[in-house]
């Protein structure tokens, strides 16, 4: 009895996970031209932990994603934006997906809703830049950092004769 109970889990768990790709795996997609831009919520939400917070969503044209969140500290997690059948998804970095509708001007993405801003929040801006019309990560545009040499390392015993 218990070994049929086990294994009806096991294959129930891995059937409902059989079609979602990896987030290294899923192919990005360009964004559709109404989806493209910096999203904020606008008001308390449920979906977000306090009334205070502010949920900020940047989708580039090329399909990449930021969602950046705030509250007592900022919290960021990059993505992309990947169909599913004739759905648009966003697959973030702990590969959470996510769908992605535009309607009338309004997204629903996460279970948040969300209205088009010009640029996003002070906090959020460290992890973007504008360059040619268009939002790049911060990373991906600062120039990779001179690799350091490497120290002499020294025992506990040197430490402590100096």
Not at 79 to 92: A, E, Q, S
Not at 134 to 151: L, M, N, V
Request: glycine letters at 6%.
């Amino acid at each position: 009895m218990t070994k049929n109970t086990v294994w009806g889990l096991l294959a129930l768990s891995l059937s409902g996970c059989a079609s979602y790709v990896d987030y290294p795996d899923a192919a990005r997609t360009p964004a559709p031209t109404d989806v493209a831009g910096v999203w904020m919520t606008s008001g308390p939400q449920k979906a977000l932990v306090d009334p205070a917070a502010i949920a900020t969503f940047i989708v580039t044209r090329s399909g990449d994603t930021l969602d950046c969140r705030q509250w007592q500290r900022t919290i960021e997690r990059r993505g992309k934006l990947t169909w599913r059948g004739d759905k648009l998804y966003n697959i973030n970095i702990k590969n959470e997906y996510s769908p992605v509708t535009v309607n009338n001007g309004v997204m629903r993405y996460s279970r948040l809703t969300l209205h088009r801003v010009e640029k996003p929040t002070v906090e959020c801006q460290a992890f973007v830049v504008y360059q040619n019309g268009d939002y790049i990560f911060a990373d991906e545009a600062a120039p990779k950092p001179q690799a350091a040499k490497p120290h002499k390392k020294t025992s506990s015993v040197e430490r402590r004769r100096k």
